[in-house]
């Protein structure tokens, strides 16, 4: 099952009282039909709608996760009327979120085993902004006075290679160990440059399981499942490596979506290398991620990749960019530093300086650069500053010493 958020304009339409801050999700495997779902309840909200592309029933802490994460479920019952309604009853049975089905028939017997199965609403197409309204109105009155806090999905990191070799699993390995240590938060790391990426490599862990492991068992892939295939890094950082030997396997983007669904339900932090793989950025690993961090270099064929990433994927209201240039040495720079800015339209953010020596013991000793001290590692450390809000404690001890000595 996939899972994204959409805004649609709600100007059409007065908000209705009460349902402002719903969550709805909706279920379908059309997508035109969850794109016409969609839009009839942002009309009538001007929330965010989550969609999931499968009812995949049967999926373990599915019902539940649907549960928790949304006060308003809405279930397409033409494409697979059976597991339609079999969902509906698992959620019912879970909790407090107002089950809503829609259809093109209006079959009275239809009608009947929906409500029986724990529907609270039946819609029919096409939709009728007022009865949608009236619906959600009548959603928003059954939640509870005082409500559980729901369960935020976790902050996605994404790191984007704009050419092999341009160091993106270096720095999403490094980024991932410091952010698990200085914010104190659940995290892990997903390794989804496959089928050949090596994040376990730079951390020196093995693992008997991968990511494939998780897209291959997607249709029972839950929080119990993920947690099994999980490895734990001593710093802390949970990983969900690569696989060790080559394994010939296409992912798809439901698959993905879903682990990424699961991951964050479960995590508050969520880093994902990309590598340089195209196709990941027409999944959530992209349209979801709190930031995206191209890793890019100041030579021609990485500043020319990363103009045309960024004119393709980041010229419009996309998720949050940031340029990272990586081996930056400013003194022997075949290129300037305002034709940098001008290739990649805007300036970078981070700029990673060239030490080879570190990045080689790291690769030789296995140990994460920010877990010692060196130029690298200030700068990524400073990279999870940013994100967590806290201030660099390795970088405050360098300077006291610094100070203490010079006076």
Known sequence: MAA??????????PDPIGVEDLSIAVISRSEERRLEAMQAMSRCTGAYVSEYSNYTPGTGDLPTTLDEDHDVIVIDLDGDA?????????IGANGAATVMVYSESSDPELLVRCMRAGAREFLTLPFSPDVVAEALVRAAARRPTTQPAKKTAGKLYAFMGSK??????????????????????KTLLIDLDLPLGDAALNLGITAEFSAIDALQ????????????????HSSGLWVLAAPGRFIQFQADSD????????????????????????????????????????????????????????????????PKLEVVINRFESRVLGVSEEHITKA???????????DYPSVRNMQISAKPLVLTDSAISRQVRQM?????????????????FSLSLFG
């Open 82 to 90: 059976e597991a339609a309604l079999e969902l509906v009853e698992n």
């Open 384 to 400: 999870v500053s940013a994100v967590t809000g806290k201030s660099d404690t390795g970088a405050k001890k360098k300077k006291a």
């Open 217 to 232: 068992q997607v249709d029972r892939l839950d929080a119990k499942l993920l947690e099994q295939i999980l490895v734990k």
């Open 344 to 354: 990649l339209t805007r300036a970078a953010q981070w700029k990673i300086p060239n």
């Open 164 to 185: 092999g070799g341009a160091g993106t699993t270096m720095l999403a390995c490094n980024f991932a160990v410091a952010l698990a240590k200085e914010s104190s938060e």
């Open 255 to 318: 698959g993905i979506n879903r682990l990424l669904q699961v991951a964050r339900h479960e995590f508050d932090n969520v880093v994902v290398d990309m590598g340089s793989r195209l196709e990941l950025m027409g999944t959530t690993a992209y349209r979801d991620a709190t930031t995206v961090y191209l890793v890019t270099q100041a030579s021609i064929p990485e500043l020319r990749n990363s103009n045309r990433l960024i004119t393709q994927f980041f010229s419009g209201p996309q």
């Open 4 to 13: 994204n958020s959409s805004p649609y304009s709600a100007n059409q339409f």
